[in-house]
């Protein structure tokens, strides 16, 4: 037991040595749609169920989602993707804002944002509906677009990470968003990344990237394998080896047949015109692969493989035998060919195969468990963690986010719970006072954690504060906002503000994840509190250099840096305030007068019953 309790805290450590890890994600970004329904009855037009829709969900998927994923597990993650002008472009938009994801995405006005929309009834999934043509693809300003997002974003990751080189993690799922140009770009700059991370549908669109760690599933590794050619190795054993048949395709890959070495029993060697065909059709998106009824054989998409030839053959053992070729096709240090439910293998340069295992769970619950699986690994192999270490934190991230129906999301308190540790260790309330302030500090710089600060009215919190205290938070350790009081903010803004009692607002603030603790203050400068705290870092929103911020030069003579962050455009408290009044004073104009947010009052009868969750 205290063994185990050890290896617990030794992996913990890893979890807590990534926090705020710089990562920028590329690639194909789209939302995912849950429909729930329920079906008591069948119509009368077909043999089929007559659903009502109860509830919808709205989630950020492909790159998207593993943007989530490293947020949640702590990461400071920057999304660069195309993303359509239009509704589910927004719901993108707002899924990250939610997860605290630095939205850098490139709006390309006509091309639509990807959507695969799910029905469900009773959990069970029922169909599948995909939008966006991957043929769509990206015109010539939106190639330049896209890399001028990418360049500006790698150095606003360094930038903010204090020089340090960023991580980069591609996906790369055929649906158009990372062209050749695009591809060439980031194979050109892999210097200005430590650790690069690939999960590609087709890893030969990638030769020359080099990257630390490449997540293939079963089919998509055993495509490459297909399309390398591919010679079997001599051997006088069973090792198991691939045969490629001449004449490959060049539109796809080819038919592999799995069998005993060379001199041994071969595959096709064994007929059998009574055995089961395959259980289930192979889903072509996904690459999945389906097993046949006699449990010998698997299948996917342009892909056959048969194990009738050797006892006990399965995908985990022929995905071991071929490690070393992977890592010789992909140039990657690390490979780790995924297995859905069953798990995962994994290898590195020691030649050394690695097995995890999964517990089976509906397909409605797996959802987007490989970004969960390729963010904890990518974050681990970033901190520097050993490679079976890195695994098992993987596997672990991507088992505890299939419990429930929806896209899997790992939260790094609920892996840390996973492995029995705390998950909060301050036992400050995020409200305080100005002395427990002091305390606070002191025990924070004690730990060597950095003190960023920032004030303001927060009178009708909005999306652009939210996203703006993100941001600052990223930039240190430790973030405290100081908010003023009623009478500060009618001395600052006139008699009629603040519209919400200084009670409301720092509880707002509190409550968002970003902000650690909420202090108060009466002055009409936080000049007093600057002093106080001695903060590393002074924050204020603004297009204004920091040389005009007021609070600059005492910042500054304490020893501090000041950062101005612009605020999302179009977003203010006055005009937030200023349209709620309007709207009140003449109720007449509205049923003459287009309002920008009628669609939030008269939403589409279908989606009465919406609710987003990221």
């Avoid at 055993?222 to 190795?233: F, K, M, N, Q, V």
């Avoid at 059709?281 to 998409?301: C, H, I, K, Q, Y």
């Avoid at 603040?498 to 108060?520: K, Q, S, T, Y």
């Avoid at 500054?556 to 977003?571: A, I, K, N």
Wanted: net charge negative; aromatic share 2%.
């Amino acid at each position: 037991m205290a063994g185990a309790a050890a290896e617990q805290r030794r992996l913990a450590t890893v979890v807590e040595s990534w926090l705020e890890r710089p990562v920028l994600i590329v690639g194909d970004a789209m939302l995912d749609e849950w429909r729930f329904a329920d079906s008591d009855r069948l119509c009368r037009e077909a043999p089929a169920p007559v659903l009502t829709l109860r509830r919808r969900i709205s989630a950020a998927g492909g790159a998207a989602n593993t943007a989530v994923n490293v947020a949640a597990l702590g990461g400071r993650a920057v999304l660069v993707a195309p993303v359509g002008a239009d509704v589910a472009g927004d719901e993108l938009h707002d899924c990250l804002d939610r997860a605290g994801v630095w939205d850098r995405t490139v709006n390309l006005p006509g091309r639509p944002t990807p959507v695969k929309r799910r029905m469900l009834a009773g959990n069970q999934i029922l169909l599948r509906e995909d939008s966006g043509d991957p043929e769509d693809a990206l015109d010539h300003d939106g190639v330049a677009r896209l890399l001028t997002a990418l360049s500006c974003a790698t150095e606003e990751l360094r930038a903010a990470a204090g020089g340090e080189a960023p991580t980069l993690v591609v996906c790369d799922y055929g649906l158009g968003a990372l062209p050749a140009p695009v591809r060439a770009w980031l194979v050109e700059n892999r210097e200005r990344y430590a650790t690069v991370a690939l999960d590609a549908h087709d890893l030969a669109d990638w030769r020359g990237l080099a990257p630390t760690v490449v997540t293939p599933s079963f089919a998509e590794a055993t495509r490459l394998l297909a399309r390398a050619g591919g010679t079997t190795r001599p051997t006088g054993g069973t090792e198991l080896h691939l045969e490629h048949p001449h004449g490959d395709p060049t539109d796809g890959p080819s038919e592999m047949t799995v069998g005993a070495a060379p001199g041994a029993v071969r595959a096709d060697d064994v007929t059998d015109s009574t055995a089961p065909g395959p259980v289930g059709e192979p889903t072509p998106g996904e690459g999945r692969v389906a097993l046949t009824g006699d449990g010998l054989s698997v299948t996917g998409t342009g892909v056959t493989v048969n194990t009738r030839a050797g006892e006990g053959v399965d995908r985990a053992v022929l995905a071991e035998s071929r490690l070393a070729e992977l890592r010789a096709h992909t140039g990657a240090d690390v490979v780790a060919v995924t297995l859905d439910t069953e798990g995962a293998v994994v290898g590195g340069a020691d030649g050394e195969p690695r097995r995890s295992h999964s517990t089976p769970v509906p397909a409605s619950h797996a959802v987007g468990a490989g970004d969960a699986y390729l963010a904890a690994m990518t974050l681990a192999l970033a901190a520097d963690a050993p490679l079976p270490t890195a695994a098992q934190l993987a596997q672990l991230a991507a088992t505890i986010t299939v419990s429930d129906t929806g896209t899997c999301v790992c939260r790094r308190d609920d892996l840390l719970a996973a492995l029995d540790q705390p998950t909060n260790t301050t036992t400050h309330p995020a409200v305080v006072g100005g002395n427990e302030l002091d305390a606070i500090v002191a025990e924070h710089r004690e730990a060597g954690r950095s003190v960023v600060f920032t004030n303001g009215c927060f009178d009708v919190l909005h999306r652009g504060h939210v996203r703006y205290l993100e941001q600052a938070r990223a930039l240190g350790d430790l973030l405290i906002v100081a908010v003023n009081s009623d009478g500060s903010v009618r001395r600052l803004k006139g008699p009629d503000r603040p519209v919400n009692p200084v009670e409301d607002r720092g509880a707002l603030l509190a409550a968002l994840a970003c902000v650690d603790h909420v202090v108060v203050f009466e002055e009409d400068s936080p000049a007093a509190l600057i002093e106080a705290v001695r903060p590393d870092v002074y924050v204020k929103g603004g297009d204004y250099p920091p040389e005009l911020v007021p609070e600059a030069p005492l910042v500054r003579r304490l020893g501090g840096q000041v950062r101005t962050l612009g605020y999302v455009p179009d977003r203010s408290t006055s005009a937030i305030i200023e349209r709620i009044r309007s709207h009140s004073q003449d109720p007449s104009a509205h049923p003459t007068e287009p309002s920008p947010y009628a669609e939030d009052r008269q939403p589409d009868p279908s989606l009465r019953t919406r609710t987003q969750a990221s």
